[in-house]
């Protein structure tokens, strides 16, 4: 059975940081491109980082310059590295695993995404 495990999130103040962890269980990542999605209350999910399975990385607008993606497939683990946060970062955080054919692409759109992770609440106060 395949589970993708979110940890990390967590309350934080403006400007501070917060790094999130996602445990894959079942599936071997580096097989997948992995993706970080984001979604606010009453809003639609969004992607908000990836990477490739030859590790190229691709940031959102929203986060570029402020969150970083990585993996580490000997571990089984992608992360997500996020500063200088902001209160329209508070969300909840979802890790995600593309079976893309190419080992080159990242899929921003969530209906490319297999599996899901329960998600991990991120809260930014002002």
């Known amino acids: 059975q395949v589970q993708l495990v979110e940890s990390g999130g967590g309350l934080v103040q403006a400007g501070g940081s917060l790094g999130l962890s996602c445990a894959a269980l079942?599936?071997?990542?580096?097989?997948?491109?992995m993706g970080w999605f984001r979604q606010a209350p009453g809003e639609e999910r969004k992607f908000v980082a990836g990477?490739?399975?030859?590790?190229?990385?691709h940031v959102g607008d929203l986060v570029k310059g402020r969150f970083t993606i990585s993996r580490d497939n000997t571990e089984n683990m992608v992360y997500l590295q996020m500063n200088s946060l902001n209160p329209e970062d508070t969300a909840i955080y979802f890790c995600?695993?593309?079976?893309?054919?190419?080992?080159?692409?990242?899929?921003?759109?969530?209906?490319?995404?297999?599996?899901w992770g329960q998600g991990t609440q991120v809260t930014v106060s002002a």
């Open positions: 990477i490739t399975r030859r590790d190229t990385s």
């Open positions: 079942g599936l071997t990542i580096s097989d997948y491109a």
């Open positions: 995600a695993a593309d079976r893309v054919r190419s080992s080159y692409y990242i899929n921003t759109d969530v209906s490319a995404y297999e599996y």
